[in-house]
């Protein structure tokens, strides 16, 4: 864990005194909003401009940032919130949210997401798992989703010269493309939240709630017709039908150069690159296909919110941090640093000139993210889907096989 200390003549100050970090009336003391932000989140760069005008241009206050690891980092979270010494502002997981809210633990964001952040313009997909009984505990940070990376040069060696624009050309040149030693696509059998985004083109779900009770939907109609487009695509290279997309890392997979694609966020690329820099060049992007050419399909969408606990000593303080941190001048600098799809769907066109980050703010306006349960985490714990997955892609009968699965899912949802 790396810590970045700001303010530390404050810090000091505040131990050496009895009357906390707050700014009191004819006091020259200054205000210390404590950030947690997660690894690997933003660039040092980024980190250090975003904390060098927001303390020029609030010179009342300090901002103080500590960088946390993604490990265990649900439960300190957790105690964090529940304490009396919770830092102002810190970055969750945008699925992550309602875990935390049940707690009545933090700060009531709903009115700063209506009168200064324009939450109309949010991707869905950040947005909605910040949102609990209609109230928005959870700012939306920066966005990532999957895309389809492909060889060019296997493209062309097909005579595709366009990527697909709709689901069933997607089968058509997969198909052209395997064989011959090469695989049209690698699929691992276990990737669920690929899966998650066929299903939810299909008109299906992975759980529903009903009366205020989580259950199972993966026995759907529709979500079988998502599972059964799963399986055609699959077919379509050698990706294992048992294990999920990092066993092996797909990246290493298609970096041998006989995949013609994958479906994985774009930040694989200097991955891919690395280990055969040969495919330098050769790579390109598109948005996963929809079941028309008109809009691209649904996708899982993952990345951040912000959120502001209640027992935070300088929370309005950190409000204001965190409505800096979404407003569109920084989330502009933060999509063209980092490389991220910014917060909003009107704010698409500031990655427009880099390919890979374009496709994935193509298909984040069509983003989703896991049911919006407190329990959810427990279904990931011991994960059916995957199981499920690898049962029909062996043969087994798929509606029994989701019978199944969704039954666990109710279990792991059920408090």
Not at 141 to 150: D, F, H, P, S
Request: with cysteine; charged share 25%; net charge negative.
């Amino acid at each position: 864990m790396k810590n970045r200390r700001y303010a530390l003549s404050t810090v000091l100050a505040c131990a050496m005194t009895l009357s906390g970090c707050g700014v009191l009336p004819g006091s020259s003391e200054k205000s210390t909003v404590d950030i947690w932000l997660m690894q690997d989140s933003v660039s040092e760069e980024f980190l250090e401009r975003f904390t060098s005008e927001y303390e020029k241009q609030h010179p009342s206050v300090d901002l103080r940032v500590t960088v946390q690891e993604w490990t265990g980092i649900g439960k300190k979270v957790t105690e964090a919130i529940q304490s009396d010494d919770a830092p102002e502002v810190i970055e969750v997981g945008n699925t992550q949210v309602a875990q935390y809210a049940q707690s009545d633990g933090l700060r009531d964001l709903t009115l700063e997401a209506v009168r200064d952040l324009g939450n109309e313009e949010w991707l869905p997909g950040l947005a909605e798992p910040g949102s609990i009984n209609g109230s928005q505990y959870g700012i939306p940070w920066y966005a990532a989703n999957r895309v389809v990376i492909y060889n060019k040069e296997l493209f062309a060696k097909a005579g595709i010269t366009e990527p697909p624009r709709d689901r069933a050309e997607w089968l058509e040149i997969s198909e052209k493309l395997d064989g011959d030693g090469e695989q049209g696509i690698y699929l691992s059998g276990q990737d669920w939240y690929t899966l998650a985004g066929f299903i939810w083109e299909d008109g299906g779900e992975l759980a529903v709630e009903r009366g205020g009770n989580w259950e199972g939907a993966l026995h759907t109609k529709a979500a079988l017709r998502g599972m059964d487009f799963y399986k055609q695509l699959q077919s379509h290279g050698d990706g294992p039908k048992d294990a999920d997309e990092v066993t092996p890392p797909q990246a290493e997979v298609f970096a041998k150069g006989d995949v013609a694609q994958i479906i994985a966020v774009p930040s694989a690329v200097p991955l891919i690159e690395k280990a055969n820099p040969a495919l330098k060049g050769k790579l390109g992007f598109f948005p996963v296909p929809g079941k028309t050419p008109e809009v691209p399909g649904a996708v899982f969408i993952g990345g951040s919110d912000l959120i502001v606990p209640e027992n935070a000593r300088e929370r309005s303080a950190g409000v204001e941090v965190v409505k800096a941190l979404a407003s569109e001048e920084w989330q502009t600098e933060l999509a063209l640093t980092m490389n991220y799809v910014p917060n909003k769907t009107t704010l698409a066109g500031v990655i427009a000139d880099n390919e890979g980050t374009a496709a994935m703010a193509a298909g984040a306006a069509r983003g989703r993210a896991t049911p919006n349960s407190s329990q959810w985490a427990d279904v990931e714990a011991d994960n059916p889907i995957k199981p499920y997955m690898t049962a029909v892609l062996q043969g087994q009968d798929p509606a029994r096989a989701a019978r199944a699965a969704s039954a666990r899912i109710t279990a792991a949802l059920t408090p």
